[in-house]
Structures are given as C-alpha cells and as structure tokens.
C-alpha cells in the first residue's frame, strides 16, 4: 500500500490519507456505540426484573389498607380453626398436695426459726424507727383524738409509750384442712409472745348533764400486754372474684392485759377492779371480733392485670356509648 501512495501524486496522496483517517473515524465510533448499547441493555434488564419482583409482590402478597382486611376462611383446606381460648381452672387442692408431696395428716410440723429472726430484725428496726421525733406517740395521739372519741371523753394525751424489748416466736407450721370452703387447706403458725408493750394515756370523763361538760373526772391510764399464745391461721380466699389471704387466730388464744388506773382530782381511787373488768373485757371482745376465726383480715393479693384489665372495660364502654349515638 505504501509503495502505491509513493507513484502516486502528492493530491493523490492526501487523498488517500484522508479517507484512511475517515475509515478510523468511523471504526472507532461503531466501537463506542456498541459499548453503550450493551451496558444500557444491561441496565434495561435488571431494573425490569426489579420492577416485576416488586410488582408480584405487592399484588400477591400485600393488601390494601383502605379496604380492611378481608376475611379469610380455611374451611376449604381442611383445616381446623382452633377453639377460642378459655381461662383454665385452677388445679384442686389435692392436686397441689399430691404434686408438692404433702401428707396434710402425717407431715412433721416445720420450725419457724428462720422467720422469727426475719421477724425480730423488722420488729427491731419499727422499734427504733419510732422513737425519732416521737412519731408514734404522735401518731397515737392523732388517732385517739380522731372522730371515733364520743363526745363524753375529752381530750386524750400520751403520756408513755414502751414496745417491748423481746420478740415473738414461730414454730411448728403446718398445713391442715379448712372448715370452709370445702376442700381447702390453711396454714397453721404458732406464736408465743412474752413481753410488755405498755401505753400510758390520761384523759377526762366528761358529765354533760344537766348542761355540756358541767363536770369531768380526770382518768390516768396504763394498759399493758403481757402475754400472748396462740395458733395463727392463714388461708387464700375468694371475696367478689379478687384472690384474698385471710388471717385471723384460733379461738383458744390466751391473751392477758395488765391495767393500771388512777381517778380522781383531790381525792384519787387507784387501781380499781371494776374499771379493770371493764377495760380488759372491751379489749378482748374488740380483739375476737376483729381477729378471731371466723373473723379476721382479708389482705388483697396483687394482680398483674389490674390496669390491663380497667384499659379494657373502658375501651368497651366507649365503644358501646359510641354504637348508642
């Protein structure tokens, strides 16, 4: 080729160059554009394949919020719909027996060691916590002089206040049959307690006839327990479909209170037994009608749904207030 271009003329040879340049021209374009077209291709067909895996998705798989969820029914398929949940019953007392491997006939009594020792440090630490600042003589105070005082007693004021320096001791824990209802067990606890918690108080007998407060009779107190023996009971109860622990004690208790009086202004009459009688009869009648079996204090145990459920029977109402509108 060289040696052609060399014979021929000078304009002979431009030309020729020229067309060679041409010819590179338009290989090196036809290069490129092939280039192009084959990464635009590419590109093409992976988001086509992206568009329809996003496309099958939402039309097969997803639903439209706006129009609710539509019911689906599987009575076709063979499958059964489980029942809805009921709540379960409690297992029954021999259950439990069995299953804990308690003879309530023939199992050993427990000692209670361990809890007396709990029991006095907390009695301990109330103990001192109540002398800072008389706050307990405080507190009585308050109480006595509340709404419950009749109006034939005037103004009490605490003059002593001793809790004892002993403590209260457990033994022999037992679980038993209860009377009622039929079935149930309790705890049994005994508790020996030997010691003198002592409240000194004085107040005024007030004589409001033939006019309001036309005389008093000043009364100085000074009530004492002494000893105290008795079986404790403690049991789970039912009341108004709240799970309760009832806690009263066994009627043959032995409770025995000191009484020291002293009335009179001038002339003063110590120690007199018919207002020992008294006291000490109101004391423990108060004490059997509040304490003893049957009676006795219903504690509400604590439930994890208390607020779950108070959400729900309002969420309730409101929509049952909202479908009368």
């Not at 590419?42 to 439209?64: I, M, N, T």
């Not at 008389?134 to 419950?148: D, F, Q, S």
């Not at 009263?248 to 007199?272: N, W």
């Not at 145990?301 to 959400?311: E, G, L, Q, S, V």
């Amino acid at each position: 080729m060289a040696n052609h271009v060399q014979v021929l003329a000078p304009e002979g040879q431009e030309y020729l160059i020229e067309i060679a340049k041409h010819f590179d021209r338009v290989s090196a374009s036809q290069h490129n554009s092939s280039g192009m077209s084959f990464t635009t291709g590419l590109l093409l067909g992976q988001l086509s394949v992206v568009l329809l895996v996003v496309v099958c998705f939402k039309y097969l798989l997803l639903e439209d919020v706006r129009y609710g969820r539509k019911p689906r029914s599987f009575s076709n398929r063979g499958v059964s719909i489980p029942a809805p949940p009921t709540k379960p019953s409690l297992p029954s007392t021999t259950t439990i027996l069995n299953k804990t491997l308690y003879d309530v006939y023939d199992h050993t009594p427990e000692s209670l060691d361990w809890m007396s020792v709990l029991m006095a440090q907390a009695i301990a630490q109330y103990r001192d916590d109540s002398k800072v600042n008389n706050r307990l003589i405080k507190a009585l105070a308050e109480a006595l002089n509340g709404g419950v005082r009749p109006d034939w007693v005037g103004h009490i004021r605490v003059t002593e206040l001793n809790l004892g320096e002993d403590f209260p001791v457990l033994s022999r824990a037992r679980i038993r049959p209860a009377d009622q209802p039929a079935g149930s067990v309790r705890a049994e606890i005994d508790i020996d307690f030997n010691d003198q918690i002592m409240l000194g108080i004085e107040t005024s007998v007030l004589i409001n006839w033939p006019r309001p407060r036309i005389a008093a009779l000043p009364v100085s107190l000074i009530l004492s327990v002494i000893k105290f023996q008795a079986t404790m009971t403690m049991q789970f109860n039912t009341i108004d479909g709240q799970q309760h622990i009832s806690i009263s004690t066994l009627p043959d208790f032995d409770l025995e209170f000191g009484v020291q009086s002293l009335l009179g202004a001038r002339t003063k009459l110590e120690d007199v037994p018919k207002v020992t009688d008294l006291i000490t009869s109101k004391l423990r009648g108060f004490f059997i009608d509040k304490c003893v079996y049957p009676n006795g204090r219903n504690i509400a145990m604590p439930t994890f749904w208390a607020k779950r459920d108070i959400y729900a029977k309002s969420q309730s109402s409101n929509s049952a207030s909202v479908k009368q509108k």
